[in-house]
């Protein structure tokens, strides 16, 4: 119903910046939230921020005032910038859309990784 792929990523210095783009393709008007996860060697996937087709938007504690998700509609991309990047945002990042199509569906774009490292 909807794939998602996903670019950006890479090694970074703590304090540096990265952007992360989540693109969706097919149903993508059946979507009603995108989200981006991550999830650190040894952990849990954890929730790190959404954003609703009316463009709500919401943050983990861990992240705000530091990475800001936000979407092209044009593009039909949805974007996570992150700055002031701490040596403990180091994951494997993953885009989520949620919605309803012929049914309720979840789908999960391929993950990439975000190393921050001097």
């Known amino acids: 119903q909807v794939q998602l792929v996903q670019s950006g990523g890479g090694l970074v210095q703590p304090g540096g910046s990265l952007r992360l783009s989540c693109t969706p393709s097919?149903?993508?008007?059946?979507?009603?939230?995108m989200y981006w996860y991550r999830q650190a060697p040894g952990k849990e996937r954890e929730w790190v921020a959404g954003i609703g087709s009316g463009g709500t938007r919401n943050y983990a504690n861990s992240v705000l005032g530091r990475f800001t998700i936000s979407r092209d509609n044009v593009k039909n991309t949805v974007y996570l910038q992150m700055n002031s990047l701490k040596p403990e945002d180091t994951a494997v990042y993953y885009c989520k859309a949620v919605g309803k199509a012929d049914g309720p569906f979840t789908s999960w774009g391929q993950g990439t990784q975000v190393t921050v490292s001097s």
């Open positions: 097919g149903s993508i008007f059946s979507i009603n939230v």
